[in-house]
Structure formats: C-alpha cells, structure tokens
C-alpha cells in the first residue's frame, strides 16, 4: 500500500474523519485527502457515511476504517 494511503488508514483508526479532517492533521490538501479517501473506500478499506448537512453545499462525508467481514457501507 501507497505511504499517503498507509498514513490515512492510520489516522482513521483513532476514529472517524472527514476530508477536512484528514487534510488538516496530515497537512494535506482538502482535494488529496479527499481522493485518497475515495480510493481507499473504492478498494474497500473504509467505510463511509453522509453526514447531516447544516447548510447549502455538498453533502460531507465521514470515513471510518472498516471491519473485516462486517457490513460497513451505507
């Protein structure tokens, strides 16, 4: 596995995390940190869920790593 990709799974197994999460505790930028997330939910090593919006905009998402045989995504 790719050392960004490593260092995300890593951080998300002290918990649940947003892009902007992610980008800012990896010093990463907000679209990296979002495409590595995107590859890593892809190849099915995080789970992911919408998180309720407060406003206009995109619909953000949380990630959390997933466990093995467990029915992680939404």
């Known amino acids: 596995m790719r050392g960004r990709r490593l260092q995300v799974l890593q951080q998300l197994e002290q918990g649940e995390a947003s892009a902007d999460d992610i980008s800012k505790t990896l ?19 995080v789970a992911r869920r919408t998180l309720p919006q407060s406003g206009r905009g995109r619909p953000r998402n949380a990630y959390r790593v997933k466990l093995p045989g467990a029915d992680n995504d939404e």
């Open 27 to 45: 010093d990463l930028d907000r679209a990296t940190a979002a495409a590595v997330l995107s590859h890593l939910f892809k190849d099915g090593y």
